[in-house]
C-alpha cells in the first residue's frame, strides 16, 4: 500500500493531468470539426477527447513513466507488470460537449492491485476541481466535501445513466430509472458518470447507480465518495468490481433501501 506522502504527490500528478486535459477541453469548446461514432450508435469521439488524452499522458508520462496506464482512446498503455493503474478519462461527457451542453469532466484515477487509491475530476465549465485520496478525504476546489444526510429514499435526489449497448441488451436500466423515479424525489440522467460520482461525494445528490460503466468512468469518483463519507459497491452490495460495469454510490443512509429496490424492480403493471 501507498504511504500518504506518495499518496499526495499521486494526487499532486492527478490534479496536474486533469487541469491540463481540462484546458484544452475548454480550448476545443463550440469549435469542434471532427465528431465520429465509435462502432456503437451515439458512442462519439471529438479531436477534443484525443488533444486532452495526450497532454494527460504527458503529465504521467513525465511525472509516473514506469506505471500502467488505460485510456478510453488509446486503451492500454505503459509498464504492464506495474501494480499502479492510472485510469483515464479525458472527456467524461463527450455526448454533452459535442452538444455544448456545459456537463463534462476530465477524470484521472490510481488503481492499486486494483483497488482505486487516488482520484482527481476537473469539470471546467464550473471551474469545479474535486481531489481524493485514501486516508486523505476529498475537496472540491480545496474545501472539504462530504456526502449528504439524507435517510429516506423518498426524500431522495438520485441519478444515473444509461450505457451505449442500450439498443443491443435486454439490461437497459430504463425499468429502474423509471422505478425509482416513482419512489424518490427525482432520477437525474447527467450524461457524465464521473460528474455523478463527485455529486454524491458533494451532498448535491443522494445517490447514484449505473451499468454498462468502464474503469476511466469511475475511479477517481470512487475515491471521492468514499473519502466523503459514503459507500460504493456493486448493486447487491458485494465489493465493488472496477470491470464489471456495475456501480451503487450512495451517502450511505441510503444504501441498503437502494440496493434491495435495483435487485427486485417490479413489473411496471405491479406498481403504478
Ligand atoms: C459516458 C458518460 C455517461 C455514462 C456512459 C459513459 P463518455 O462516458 O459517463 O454519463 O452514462 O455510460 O460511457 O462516453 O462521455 O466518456
Ligand atoms: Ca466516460
Ligand atoms: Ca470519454
Redesign the pocket.
Known sequence: MLSPTQLQIYLDVATEAVLAGGAVLQNYWGNLKDIQEKGRSG?LVTEADKASEQVVLEVLHRHVPDHRILT?ESGALGNLDSELLWAI?P?????NYAHQYPCYAVSVGLLVQGVPQVGAIFDPSHQELFRAARGLGATCNRRPIRVSQTQDLSRSLLVT????DRRDTPDTNYAEFCYLTHLTQGVRR?????LDLAAVACGRMDGYW?R??SPW?ITAGIVLVEEAGGKVTAYDESPVQISSGRILATNGWLHSSLSDRLLQVPNLAEWQ
Open positions: 458512442d478510453e478519462d472527456l467524461d461527457g463527450t455526448t445513466g444509461f450505457a451505449y447527467s450524461g457524465s458518470a464521473a449505473e454498462g460503466l468512468d
